[in-house]
């Protein structure tokens, strides 16, 4: 089956443009739109479609059905100044006595954030969440929900979690103060100068190897569990095969927390060796050609850190603190209005049965807030109704404890303003169809969603559930491992099938 070719395997048909507001398809048979918001870094126009169209298919054929040809067609949105937008949909349909269509759309909004965020605005944005997470953690977490304040417990090794990713950013701040401190004092100043110190030097010297050994250990490991994972899902993409398990996971999990644990100890020691070995030799001390080895790869660990931190973490920068950072607000306000208005394009054509809202990472964030926004405008009220919502790599709950809403004394009015934006805690009755939050204990991003309340459905199940993915187990890497496990599309299947069923029934 994993290799058999299929008519969705083909090339996609072109449809011709359709113009909006008008110009609706007669649709035969159930038709489900799927809109994927994406996470951070640097998504390209049309990739995240395109996997989330593959994943859909390879769901729906472990589920046993049959695919008709795909096809790709743009909608077109004509503005009163004759400026005209598209917004692509890529189209699969399940054969069957009733054929069901499945329109996929893409909510892209990475370019409006790539280079807005620098590194000081990460390192702020990271310190502040280490140090407000730490202090929160201690106490129970009070939030409105369904118009009532709601005391939520928190994990307990919450705080020092918190403690422990503050401690690794403030340690590559330090790795990089020393770094750039010692060579450009040791370069200008040249080998008259007796500082640093051979002392220094040496010390030094070691303090780096061993964070350059760490580095190099968890990412040697990171390459060879991803590869071996890799090979596991292009052999098994379609099949309902044996789970994907990484063996030697205690060794790679130790590698993991080593790295950390070893930039933290040689961040904090690079700091101590500086104040100790402050005064000069009496006699000079050139630096020596291991001395540059070792801090240029070390430079280059660290700039690879940075520039990972920079281009993942500047977009949360951007979404999440935008609310205390007026200069991000307007930024969040635009990406905000791009997921509205590719929502509203697809609720209004009126050819939907069912919509499901699909967001990885921080889309997570944003496909909620579009949920919300969607209701607060008070327009497609029945269909919102018949709206699942799926989040998987969701840092929500992380969101929602750090930099939401956390009530102080006196705070009650901006608190219950703030609640109210989310329309789905403001009422039960504000609630999607469904909520499935997808997660893996390995992806340190993510987890559980306990602070957004529970509505009970009319089988008595809650309206928000989690689901482990348990293939999503190589630490740290779970993150991106979604995309290609088989739950968040299985997931997405089987509410496609539940409208199916409905749809038989009536």
């Given at each position: 089956?994993?290799?058999?070719?299929?008519?969705?395997?083909?090339?996609?048909?072109?449809?011709?443009?359709?113009?909006?507001?008008?110009?609706?398809?007669?649709?035969?048979?159930?038709?489900?739109?799927?809109?994927?918001?994406?996470?951070?870094?640097?998504?390209?126009?049309?990739?995240?479609?395109?996997?989330?169209?593959?994943?859909?298919?390879?769901?729906?054929?472990?589920?046993?059905?049959?695919?008709?040809?795909?096809?790709?067609?743009?909608?077109?949105?004509?503005?009163?100044?004759?400026?005209?937008?598209?917004?692509?949909?890529?189209?699969?349909?399940?054969?069957?006595?009733?054929?069901?269509?499945?329109?996929?759309?893409?909510?892209?909004?990475?370019?409006?954030?790539?280079?807005?965020?620098?590194?000081?605005?990460?390192?702020?944005?990271?310190?502040?969440?280490?140090?407000?997470?730490?202090?929160?953690?201690?106490?129970?977490?009070?939030?409105?929900?369904?118009?009532?304040?709601?005391?939520?417990?928190?994990?307990?090794?919450?705080?020092?979690?918190?403690?422990?990713?503050?401690?690794?950013?403030?340690?590559?701040?330090?790795?990089?103060?020393?770094?750039?401190?010692?060579?450009?004092?040791?370069?200008?100043?040249?080998?008259?100068?007796?500082?640093?110190?051979?002392?220094?030097?040496?010390?030094?010297?070691?303090?780096?190897?061993?964070?350059?050994?760490?580095?190099?250990l968890f990412a040697a490991s990171a390459y060879l569990a991803y590869r071996r994972w890799d090979r596991f899902r292009q052999s098994h993409a379609r099949t309902r095969a044996t789970q994907w398990t990484l063996r030697g996971k205690t060794l790679y999990l130790a590698l993991a927390w080593g790295f950390v644990l070893a930039t933290i100890a040689c961040g904090f020691a690079a700091l101590v060796l500086l104040l100790r070995f402050r005064v000069s030799d009496e006699a000079p001390t050139p630096l020596g050609l291991s001395f540059f080895a070792v801090i240029a790869i070390a430079s280059a660990v660290s700039w690879v850190v940075r520039s990972f931190l920079v281009q993942y973490a500047g977009d949360v920068?951007?979404?999440?603190?935008?609310?205390?950072?007026?200069?991000?607000?307007?930024?969040?306000?635009?990406?905000?209005?791009?997921?509205?208005?590719?929502?509203?394009?697809?609720?209004?054509?009126?050819?939907?049965?069912?919509?499901?809202?699909?967001?990885?990472?921080?889309?997570?964030?944003?496909?909620?807030?579009?949920?919300?926004?969607?209701?607060?405008?008070?327009?497609?009220?029945?269909?919102?109704?018949?709206?699942?919502?799926?989040?998987?790599?969701?840092?929500?709950?992380?969101?929602?404890?750090?930099?939401?809403?956390?009530?102080?004394?006196?705070?009650?009015?901006?608190?219950?303003?703030?609640?109210?934006?989310?329309?789905?805690?403001?009422?039960?009755?504000?609630?999607?169809?469904?909520?499935?939050?997808?997660?893996?204990?390995?992806?340190?991003?993510?987890?559980?969603?306990?602070?957004?309340?529970?509505?009970?459905?009319?089988?008595?199940?809650?309206?928000?559930?989690?689901?482990?993915?348990?293939?999503?187990?190589?630490?740290?890497?779970?993150?991106?491992?979604?995309?290609?496990?088989?739950?968040?599309?299985?997931?997405?299947?089987?509410?496609?099938?539940?409208?199916?069923?409905?749809?038989?029934?009536?």
């Open positions: 089956m994993a290799h058999k070719t299929l008519p969705c395997d083909e090339l996609p048909l072109l449809d011709p443009p359709i113009d909006l507001p008008k110009g609706k398809q007669p649709i035969f048979g159930p038709a489900v739109a799927v809109i994927v918001f994406h996470g951070m870094g640097q998504q390209v126009k049309f990739q995240t479609l395109n996997d989330v169209a593959y994943g859909i298919r390879d769901a729906v054929v472990r589920a046993g059905q049959t695919l008709a040809r795909p096809h790709t067609v743009l909608l077109r949105q004509h503005a009163p100044n004759d400026d005209c937008k598209y917004i692509p949909r890529a189209e699969l349909e399940i054969d069957g006595i009733v054929p069901t269509q499945i329109h996929i759309y893409e909510c892209y909004w990475a370019p409006l954030t790539e280079g807005k965020a620098t590194l000081r605005d990460v390192a702020k944005f990271l310190i502040k969440a280490g140090v407000d997470g730490f202090r929160l953690g201690a106490r129970r977490f009070q939030r409105i929900v369904f118009g009532n304040w709601k005391s939520l417990s928190i994990e307990r090794t919450t705080r020092w979690q918190f403690a422990v990713a503050l401690g690794f950013v403030l340690s590559l701040i330090g790795l990089n103060m020393v770094l750039g401190l010692v060579t450009s004092v040791g370069v200008l100043r040249g080998a008259d100068s007796g500082w640093p110190g051979q002392a220094l030097v040496h010390w030094l010297s070691v303090d780096f190897a061993v964070f350059e050994v760490a580095a190099f920068v951007v979404y999440v603190s935008a609310h205390s950072v007026s200069q991000f607000d307007e930024l969040r306000t635009t990406i905000q209005k791009t997921a509205l208005n590719v929502a509203n394009a697809v609720y209004a054509q009126g050819i939907y049965q069912h919509v499901i809202l699909l967001g990885h990472s921080l889309g997570s964030v944003i496909a909620y807030d579009t949920f919300n926004a969607l209701t607060n405008e008070g327009s497609h009220h029945e269909l919102l109704r018949r709206t699942d919502l799926i989040t998987f790599g969701s840092p929500l709950d992380k969101t929602a404890f750090v930099f939401r809403s956390q009530k102080v004394a006196h705070a009650d009015f901006r608190e219950a303003l703030a609640t109210q934006i989310q329309a789905a805690l403001v009422s039960s009755d504000n609630r999607p169809a469904s909520w499935t939050n997808v997660f893996s204990k390995d992806d340190w991003i993510s987890g559980k969603l306990n602070f957004y309340g529970q509505a009970q459905l009319r089988n008595g199940e809650s309206d928000l559930q989690n689901r482990e993915d348990t293939e999503a187990c190589i630490p740290i890497v779970a993150h991106v491992q979604y995309w290609r496990n088989n739950l968040v599309f299985d997931t997405v299947v089987e509410k496609i099938q539940a409208v199916r069923a409905d749809m038989m029934r009536v």
